[in-house]
């Protein structure tokens, strides 16, 4: 759905490092698990902020689901081989995002369900987090239970603001009562794992509105709250028109949203991420820790340790690519420059931050002293700072106050291009 803050890099590309067998004690510091990623590309209408690769062809549902199993099918003896080939225990999530996957009715979701989950469970390989992203008009009671009943059992909802006003001008096609009896609706199916998404800085947001979003967001008790800055695209309805809201306002809605949460017990543990104790999304957390992944679908991305490739972002050419067992994709191989400059920023963006010990054991003593030097002026400045982890390791973090700019903060940190 919604990934704003350097959502370049959000997307399923991030190669894993060396050290896989040593055992850590929080998702931030453990071994890499694995991660598959089903795009279902539609929607039924385009909303106002997103420029997404996504699809209104609803007719054109069933071709690619059939060819997303049918790319599973293709790749996955090489993929259960490289989660095999692990001597550690690996914890595995199954995410479908897209596009609006809950456009798809349960009966065209259960085949791909069935087959991915079936095929990690014979390889003891059973997920431990299955998310559904899903829009909150979609959510009815017999939906809700039948994705519960084919193992679904974490919900991402993009219920993004509170206040129908907003929601019709996002082009969104739920109203906020609707995104509230959404998660009452997912409650009594079963679901216990529920992340809301929610949007913060678009044009006519006042600081009174987000302050009431995010006292009914918590009044839902949702285990997980994902909070993004809008950020125009130019080619989205917004971005033609160049609307958006002064930063001080921006930093201060995001203020108000890190001084909230964290007094009604959701910590902050990335950029954008807010759970409750032990709720943070395995998922997404394998994306800051650079795991190996597979993305399937049209415009996913998969990285297997040594190569980034994408799926085609066109709905014929994918179907038409793995119809004839030759995907049209596009691939890429990170620079040692490349490989750097992903881990410091993944790693950056948590609350944690990145590990000293992890540098050198990746890079060596000199690359190190370099990074040290690079920045060196930003810990003087308090724009970075040390910390410990749990494990008592020297990490380097972006102060919680100054995460709002910690896309200025982490450019400079990077190994220049």
Known sequence: MLHFLWKRHVRPWYLYGRNLHHRRTDWRDRDPFALIYVHIPFCRSFCSYCNFYSSTKLREINPVLECIKQE?????????????????????????????????????????????CNDLKNNAMEPSEVTLEANPGDLTPAYCSALFDFGVNRLSIGVQSFEDTHLRAMKRRHTAGEGINAVKVARTAGFRNISLD???????????????????????SPEHISAYQLSLEPASPWGKQGLLPPQEDCAAQYG???????????AQYEVSSFCLPGKESLHNSGYWIRTPYIGLGPAAHSFNGRDRYANVSHLGRYVQGIEKGSPARTYD??????????????????????????????????????????????????LLEYSL?????????????RLFVSDDIIRDCLLPV
């Open 72 to 116: 599973w099918i293709r790749e996955r003896d090489r993929w259960l081989d490289l989660w095999r080939s692990g001597t550690y225990p690996l914890r595995h999530t199954l995410y479908i995002g897209g596009g609006t996957p809950s456009v798809c009715t349960a009966a065209e979701l259960a085949p791909i369900l069935d087959l991915l």
């Open 198 to 220: 929610l949007i913060f800085g678009f044009p006519g947001l006042t600081m009174s509105q987000w302050k009431e979003s995010l006292r009914q967001a918590v009044a839902l």
């Open 256 to 266: 108000y949203l890190q001084e909230f949460l964290a007094g009604r017990g959701y």
């Open 333 to 382: 191989r990170l620079t040692p420059r490349d490989r750097h400059n992903e881990w410091v920023m993944l790693q950056l963006r948590t609350v944690e931050g990145l590990s000293i010990t992890g540098l050198q054991e990746r890079e060596g003593a000199e690359a190190l002293e370099r990074f040290l030097k690079q920045i060196a002026p930003l810990l003087g400045r308090g």
């Open 389 to 401: 982890s749990e494990r008592k390791h020297t990490r380097v973090r972006i102060p919680p106050d």
